[in-house]
């Protein structure tokens, strides 16, 4: 075989006499040596149903591969789990997983002399993880998406467990109910069958065209994610060596905001909105909690799947996925922009109607409707444009002297009665002692309840999931009151909840100031998130100002929770959540 000099893996050889007889010993054939060298990178692990089977999808990767003549090495970093760690200290080490997957990723493929790369991932940090890493090594790469998981019985989907177990706290339910929820949640492997931020994110992926088209949120049992997966491995030896194919060459402002559109008609997560701005990040353009605001605004919101909606995500290729969500909302986005196919967006969105594939997502359609004898069509799950859900998006970034830098709110998934209020000011200093109060009902109609200091730098950004779902499903309290953090949400989160509140408090944000009987002003569709009085009694804006003013004087910093490891570093370098949360 011709050795291909426009490769960097054999540029490489030349320079370094010791990689052969190292890769050699690995087990690699002599004749593999000269073929078009491939990093294939996965989070498969034993650590949660998103990841546990992309050992076998990888294997398909490394024979597609093989078959247009390439060689692929598997690499792995695996990712940890959310929903595993809700309720434990475990989950301050999600948002910083982020980081340091995309950095252990930087860190392998950089180490080694690669031409081509292919990201397996499923779930929520190692998306977004995976594709930071991608772009920081910006070589001809393909991303994977590792899948949806089908739904339990009844629909059952794992964003449901939260109303069990509140409901279960509260008395209203049963043990043996709550026992069946845990046991048929997660019937098998993908991630978890709603919109939250893992299926987001795979959307997200194939959104700004760095993964095949309609390859986000395939059934992750099946043939076709295993083809999508082999052709994968195919396409990768094919960009092989073609400086135009890299990342950095692929992406530009335009294609993420195509994806923002796309976040807009699917209601996606609001994590999305920390995760675009880091990955848009490591290519040097800027997005932010504004840019989703502006690209929100009028956007119609088509996709009737969990959390807002009705049916399991594992609908959402059933109904033509990616590309029948842009097929709806075309004439908004740029269609010009280049995709990982080596073709613009809208040759891709062309060739596949002129394919079968959407006959393919009609088959599985027709086998779901069986399974749970239903008759769902795929315009009950993504609506046409002129038959939208909702017409303004499904996020809105709220802004005032409460979050200079802004504070976002999942609209679509906010009762009406919390669209337009003035609240009483209830803070807690973390989430256990406002767990408590809520779920005893220590709080009131019409309180502004606070969990603070749980920003990135206050404890590593976790979720408030428990929280949240605590007021969502308690009759009274979901529809009377909002809950405001420096904290995130998951993205299975419903309610009157409002999040990634900057600056955040540890830093010495508005929100940190807040004390008990302040009023707070919501006013979702205004975007107002504004301290509008004091002790119950309404203040003028400079005498607020004034306020303000004379409790930071007095406010004292506390001291960080973390001396040493990850979370030090994290809070020591994260910027703020509006801008990425990555480190600076």
């Known amino acids: 075989m011709s050795i291909r000099k426009d490769l960097v893996s054999q540029q490489m050889r030349e320079k370094a006499p010791e990689q052969d007889p190292l890769r050699l010993g690995t087990g690699w054939k002599k004749e593999d040596l000269s073929k078009p060298q491939i990093y294939v990178e996965s989070s498969y692990g034993d650590s949660h149903p998103g990841s546990v089977h992309l050992k076998r999808l990888s294997n398909e990767v490394i024979r597609g591969i093989e078959s247009a003549g390439g060689h692929g090495a598997e690499y792995f970093c695996t990712d940890m789990c959310d929903g595993e760690s809700q309720g434990t200290d475990g989950i301050n080490y999600s948002l910083a997983s982020r980081e340091m997957m995309a950095g252990m990723i930087e860190i392998q493929a950089n180490a080694t002399p690669f031409d081509g790369g292919v990201y397996l991932a499923s779930c929520d940090k190692s998306v977004p993880g995976n594709l930071m890493g991608m772009l920081r090594v910006d070589m001809p790469s393909v991303f994977v998406p590792g899948g949806v998981m089908k739904a339990g019985p009844d629909m059952l989907t794992l964003e449901q467990l939260g109303m069990y177990s509140a409901k279960f706290e509260r008395g209203e339910i049963g043990q043996d ?3 069946w929820a845990k046991q048929n949640a997660c ?16 959307i997200m992926a194939e959104a700004l065209g760095l993964a095949l088209p309609g390859s986000a949120l395939l059934p992750a049992q099946g043939e076709v994610i295993m083809e999508n997966a082999y052709r994968s491995g195919q396409r990768v030896v094919e960009m092989a060596g073609d400086d135009d194919m890299r990342p950095s060459k692929l992406l530009s402002l335009e294609s993420f905001e195509n994806a923002i559109l796309v976040h807009a008609a699917i209601s996606g997560s ?17 997005i932010d909690g504004d840019t989703f605001d502006r690209l929100h605004r009028g956007a119609h919101y ?6 807002a909606g009705k049916w399991p995500a594992e609908c959402f290729y059933y109904a033509g996925g990616v590309p029948a969500v842009m097929e709806e909302i075309k004439d908004h986005l ?17 060739e596949l109607k002129e394919s079968d594939y959407y006959e393919k997502c ?11 004898n239903v008759k769902a069509t795929k315009e009950d799950i993504i609506r046409p444009y002129d038959k939208a859900i909702g017409t303004d998006g499904s996020v809105i970034v709220l802004k005032g002297n409460l979050a ?17 209020a003035v609240l009483n000011a209830r803070p807690f200093d973390s989430e256990e002692e406002c767990l408590d109060a809520v779920l005893h009902h220590k709080v009131q109609k019409n309180d502004a309840v606070f969990i603070r200091y749980e920003g990135p730098k206050g404890s590593g950004m976790p979720e408030m999931f428990y929280t949240s779902e605590a007021i969502s499903s308690d009759k009274e309290l979901g529809k009377t009151i909002a809950l405001i953090t420096d904290g995130r949400f998951s993205g299975a989160s419903t309610g009157p909840v ?6 955040e408090a540890a830093a010495g944000g508005p929100i940190a100031l807040v004390e008990e009987g302040d009023l707070i002003e919501l006013d979702v569709m205004e975007r107002k998130l504004n301290i509008v009085g004091v002790k119950g009694k309404r203040k003028t804006p400079d005498e607020i100002d004034k306020i303000l003013d004379e409790r930071k004087a007095g406010w004292k910093p506390a001291d960080s929770k973390y001396r040493r490891g990850v979370l030090k570093l994290f809070a020591d370098h994260a910027v703020s959540p509006m801008k990425g949360a990555y480190l600076e």
């Open 177 to 179: 109910k709550l026992d």
């Open 187 to 202: 019937p098998g492997c993908g991630a978890c069958s709603f919109i939250g931020t893992a299926s987001t994110m795979q």
């Open 270 to 286: 609001t994590n999305c909105l920390m995760h675009l701005p880091a990955i848009a990040h490591e290519l040097g353009i800027e």
């Open 302 to 307: 088509l996709l009737d799947i969990r959390p």
């Open 334 to 350: 740029h269609l010009d922009v280049m995709t990982v196919t080596g073709k613009s967006l809208g040759e891709n969105l062309k």
């Open 362 to 372: 009609a088959e599985g359609l027709k086998e779901f409707n069986n399974r749970y």
């Open 404 to 420: 200079p830098e802004g504070a976002v709110i999942k609209h679509t998934a906010c009762p009406k009665e919390m669209m337009k």
């Open 498 to 503: 409002i999040g990634h509140c900057s600056p």
